[in-house]
Structure formats: structure tokens, C-alpha cells
């Protein structure tokens, strides 16, 4: 794994974002990874260690996160911006085609990017986000989005990401693993979140009401695979079963999982690899 940075562009000028590489840089094969709202690109360590013999795989800090840098005016927290971002990334790649894995906002971002003309998206999986955003899972996320506690120590900071996170039944150790990269020390000898609570400021800037996604879902050509955790309050069973209607998408649900899987385990990270593997041979 190696670190990077490259720079965005954003009303409030040059910010830079950061991103983890695994894998051979000279690979034309590219893998981005994109996380959810609060989290980071770390998330996808397992992942990428399980694909990065195939792939270049690319697991950006989207600004404001992890370790990239925090935006001037807050209200450039907003999918414009984050698709700029992507754009420079994958041109920075100077690979043709991309494949991309996004969970939650960035299943949202691989929707977009993928519904555009010409998109360079070839294969995408989306991770427990549709095409509809419900309002009650948005008030949920509400609750904590934007909020910047100070814990005592690690243990403390592990115990808030746990109650907040219905990933399913992880062991101590990775929900440890999957919380360190999110958290950073202060001068006082305490721990707080690696992002930007100003991302909360964007998230509240308009109502909260039902979002519908559908013209764009529909507007994707490439192959999708669709993931859920079956008590999932954001991808809704029944939002599922219609997504997957769509032809040359397929759907796979874990058992036990709220919002969102996080590909911990080795038959979550075998779905992702056997789906995106088979443009591979």
C-alpha cells in the first residue's frame, strides 16, 4: 500500500486529496474504491489486498475526510465537487476504463459518474444505496453526521463508531481496524474524527425529504452489482428487488448487516471479486 495526493479544484481554490494505491501502478487495470459520507478510503484495505494482483486498485479520501484536506466554504460538500474530484482522479490514472466499488455516498458517486455519456465506468458495484434515499434513514444519518466528540482513548473512540455502525457481527479487531484510520490524537492526549464536521453543515443545507435517483440508474449501461445488507434502513428491500430488475444487474444480500457490509469478511470480499473478475478472463 502506498500513500498519494493530487489536487482538487473547488470555489474555495486548490485543496488536495489524498488516496491509497495497492498493486502494480503500471496495471491499465483500474480498480477506484470510493466510501460512505463519514468514512474514509481505509475502509477498503481488505479489499483491495484480496484484488490488488488484478487491479491497480485506488481508494481515494474524498475531501473533507481520512487524510485529505478539509474545504474553505462548506457548502462544496456536495456531489459536484466529489464528481470533479473522481474526474481528476481517474484521469490521473490515464487509464481508458475504470471499474469502481462505491458503498453508500460512493455508490452514489459510481451511479452518477457511471449515467454520464461516454462514462469511462465499465463495471460498478454499489453498495447498499438506491435509487431511492429514504428520509427516515436520512434523519438517522443526521443524528450524527457533522458531530465532533472528543474521546478519552481508542477503546472509547471504537465503542461510538460501534454504535452508530450496523456493519453486522465483526470481531473486536476489526472493528479496531476499521476505526484507527477514521480517528486522530490531540495535543491534550485525546482522540477525535479525521473529517470535516462541516460535511454535517452541507448535509443539513436542504430539508430532508425522500431522494429518487431513478433517471440516473436508469441511464447506466455497464454491468452493476448491487449489494445490501438485508436490514439495511437506506437500500429498502423493496427498492432492491426493483433495482435488480434492471437487465445486467446483479443483486446479492448478507444476512445480518445493516447499513452497509463492509467487505471484512472473505464471502463479502469473494461477491465483489467473482463479479468484477469475470470482464477479467
Known amino acids: 500500500m502506498k500513500h498519494h495526493f493530487y489536487a482538487g479544484l473547488s470555489t474555495g481554490g486548490f485543496h488536495r486529496v489524498h488516496y491509497t494505491e495497492w498493486g502494480d501502478a503500471a496495471n491499465p487495470r483500474v480498480l477506484i474504491c470510493a466510501h460512505g459520507l463519514t468514512r474514509c478510503g481505509r475502509d477498503f484495505d481488505t479489499l483491495a489486498a484480496a484484488l490488488s494482483t488484478h487491479y491497480r486498485v485506488i481508494c481515494p479520501d474524498v475531501a473533507g475526510r481520512g487524510e485529505s484536506d478539509w474545504l474553505v466554504h462548506k457548502t462544496d460538500y456536495n456531489y459536484p465537487q466529489y464528481l470533479n474530484d473522481m474526474s481528476a482522479l481517474i484521469a490521473r490514472t490515464g487509464a481508458a476504463e475504470v471499474h469502481w466499488v462505491g458503498t453508500s455516498m460512493g455508490?452514489?458517486?459510481?451511479?452518477?459518474?457511471?449515467?454520464?455519456?461516454?462514462?469511462?465506468?465499465?463495471?460498478?458495484?454499489?453498495?447498499?444505496?438506491?435509487?431511492?434515499?429514504?428520509?427516515?434513514?436520512?434523519?438517522?444519518?443526521?443524528?450524527?453526521?457533522?458531530?465532533?466528540?472528543?474521546?478519552?482513548?481508542?477503546?472509547?473512540?471504537?465503542?461510538?463508531?460501534?454504535?452508530?455502525?450496523?456493519?453486522?457481527?465483526?470481531?473486536?479487531?476489526?472493528?479496531?481496524?476499521?476505526?484507527?484510520?477514521?480517528?486522530?490524537?490531540?495535543?491534550?492526549?485525546?482522540?477525535?474524527?479525521?473529517?470535516?464536521?462541516?460535511?454535517?453543515?452541507?448535509?443539513?443545507?436542504?430539508?430532508?425529504?425522500?431522494?429518487?435517483?431513478?433517471?440516473?440508474?436508469?441511464?447506466?449501461?455497464c454491468p452493476v452489482l448491487l449489494t445490501r445488507g438485508a436490514e439495511s434502513d437506506l437500500l429498502l428491500k423493496s427498492t432492491f428487488d426493483q433495482m435488480c430488475s434492471k437487465p445486467d444487474v446483479r443483486g446479492i444480500e448478507f444476512a445480518q448487516v445493516g447499513h452497509a457490509p463492509m467487505f471484512q469478511t472473505s464471502d463479502q470480499v469473494k461477491v465483489v471479486s467473482d463479479f468484477l473478475l469475470q470482464s477479467l478472463r
Open 107 to 221: 455508490g452514489i458517486m459510481g451511479m452518477l459518474l457511471a449515467a454520464q455519456p461516454n462514462s469511462p465506468l465499465t463495471r460498478l458495484v454499489v453498495n447498499d444505496v438506491g435509487t431511492l434515499l429514504p428520509k427516515s434513514a436520512l434523519e438517522r444519518i443526521n443524528q450524527y453526521v457533522g458531530k465532533s466528540p472528543a474521546f478519552a482513548d481508542i477503546d472509547a473512540a471504537v465503542k461510538a463508531v460501534r454504535a452508530v455502525s450496523p456493519f453486522g457481527p465483526l470481531s473486536d479487531d476489526e472493528w479496531r481496524t476499521l476505526t484507527l484510520p477514521l480517528i486522530k490524537p490531540t495535543d491534550d492526549g485525546k482522540w477525535i474524527f479525521r473529517y470535516d464536521p462541516g460535511i454535517g453543515d452541507a448535509f443539513r443545507a436542504a430539508p430532508i425529504v425522500d431522494i429518487d435517483l431513478s433517471p440516473f440508474w436508469n441511464a447506466i449501461k
